[in-house]
């Protein structure tokens, strides 16, 4: 972050005024503040604080991303007052990070100017996509999604944050959440000729494994939302339902996953998750109490 003030000068009544400015710009009323920046730049003959209104000037543009503005200011900085606290800052800044030195300015003016070349060439012809026969309607299979989330977990394995995204993606393919679950069944199934008997055994063995999946998020730093949000699907599924709802009629093999829901958000008053888990449970209690 760049300061947008250096040292306090004399003049306090135009310090004030500078101060007033930037709090326009801490507001993101910017406009406001550069056009109260100008006008002190024009009204007040104080050199000190004219590189300090020229100073502030070119940090707002730096985060505008206007590098015309910036160096306009911060070079009339270094050229007419070379020993003042701002030049001695700026300074600084292009020694640190080399941002205004004049390659990186001359590339920046070189990469506008061959742009606005290149559309001048395209007016003269008329650009007709092509079709590239890449469908990717046609290469959905979520064994590739899968193998795909593998390598990006080699890649990622020491970011927590990633690595827990990554572990619920399988999470969400594993436990039905894509339109192509069924290709995910093993070669064994596919092959047997009593297949349809086995689909239930074959929709067990994946949400088994979305289990696996929805557990190892308990132990990653960061994943607790995800965790949560598994263990909820986990229970509706488990209940046989197959869309949220409000109606949902629990079953035994739920329980468990609705009540480490409930573990999860034990300080989370608010969590929707929360909330239903608790009152599907609470009717499921009640009703096996009668």
């Not at 503040?33 to 006008?39: N, T, V, Y």
């Not at 700026?90 to 080399?98: E, L, S």
């Not at 739920?254 to 998750?273: G, H, Q, S």
Request: charged share 30%.
């Amino acid at each position: 972050m760049l300061p947008l003030t250096i040292a306090a000068q004399s003049n306090v009544n135009t310090e004030k005024e500078i101060e007033i400015s930037l709090d326009y710009a801490r507001s993101g009323l910017v406009e406001d503040a550069k056009r109260g920046l100008i006008a002190l730049l024009h009204d007040d003959m104080d050199n000190n604080l004219n590189a300090k209104i020229r100073y502030a000037l070119g940090t707002i543009c730096f985060y505008e991303n206007d590098l015309n503005c910036l160096t306009y200011h911060w070079e009339i900085i270094i050229r007419e007052f070379p020993n003042s606290p701002e030049a001695e800052v700026i300074k600084q800044i292009n020694d640190a990070f080399g941002f205004f030195i004049d390659e990186s300015l001359h590339k920046y003016y070189d990469d506008i100017n061959f742009e606005n070349e290149l559309e001048t060439s395209r007016k003269f012809w008329e650009y007709i996509k092509p079709d590239y026969k890449m469908s990717w309607e046609t290469i959905r299979d979520p064994n590739i999604a899968l193998e795909f989330l593998k390598n990006l977990s080699v890649k990622y394995e020491n970011d927590n944050s990633k690595r827990a995204i990554l572990l619920y993606e399988q999470f969400r393919i594993y436990s039905g959440q894509c339109a192509n679950w069924s290709n995910l069944y093993s070669s064994e199934y596919k092959s047997s000729p009593s297949q349809y008997k086995n689909e239930d055994k074959e929709k067990s063995r994946l949400i088994d494994i979305a289990i696996l999946k929805s557990d190892s998020l308990k132990y990653i730093g960061g994943a607790k939302s995800y965790y949560i949000r598994s263990q909820f699907y986990l229970g509706v599924l488990k209940s046989g339902s197959k869309f949220l709802s409000s109606e949902i009629k629990l079953k035994k093999e739920a329980i468990p996953f609705f009540e480490n829901v409930l573990e999860a958000t034990a300080e989370d008053f608010t969590n929707p998750y929360k909330i239903f888990a608790s009152l599907w449970l609470s009717e499921y209690y009640k009703k096996n109490e009668k």
